[in-house]
């Protein structure tokens, strides 16, 4: 079991899986598919609170959207995509993550700001996507900086405990201008270099948006803060 949990899988055709009314019968085009740890999930990216849930076939689902069946995941992963009218963007894959922190993902806005982004790269009418030209930019050593002013410039004594799901704080440096510190929502950990997903629009840092995926190191953490569960 062990080695299966671990494959790039589609669903079979007569495996029940859960989509909505959205989806189902006002025809909305699926842009989040989660493949939990004991089943899926195909979503469209606007849906009230309201929306009930729907269980059917996969094959059912595949009717409407028959490139679902080249869009394998392993579990615990989130495949997410921007649609415009007439624009059909590529699937991003993320993760794979806990189940608490696909929860999180999928409540707390993060795929929406993900999706906006992605959503601002599309092009429209044929034009360029209305994301601007990105312009150069680098993180700050805080560490280092620390150690120049240790007395203005705090930074945390341990970052040993930062898990997917927590949000740091980063300073972002353009190449001209001011530097902007914001929130990244940690997705990946290994060692000492991370992965998240940038939490805010930026206002001096050209070219970079909420949702854009963030690498970086734990000398780059300035601040630490964990986001309630709910």
Known sequence: MLGRSRRSQVPALDELVVSSVEVLELGLPVTRV???RDGWTYLAAVEPDTSQPVLVHFQDVLVLDPGLARLPLRRAQVAIRAIRVGTVGPWAVLGPYTTRIVEQMLGDGTLDRKQDGMLRDL???GSPGSRPDPEPWS???VVAWNVQHPRTYQVPEDTSGVIPGTLAKLVFLPDEGIGERMWVLVTEVDGDRMVGVLDNDPA????????DRVEFERRHVLDLDTRPTG
């Open 123 to 125: 092009p429209e009418d």
């Open 34 to 36: 989660v493949r939990w």
């Open 139 to 141: 993180l700050r050593d």
């Open 204 to 211: 001096a840092v050209v070219g970079l948006l909420a949702g």
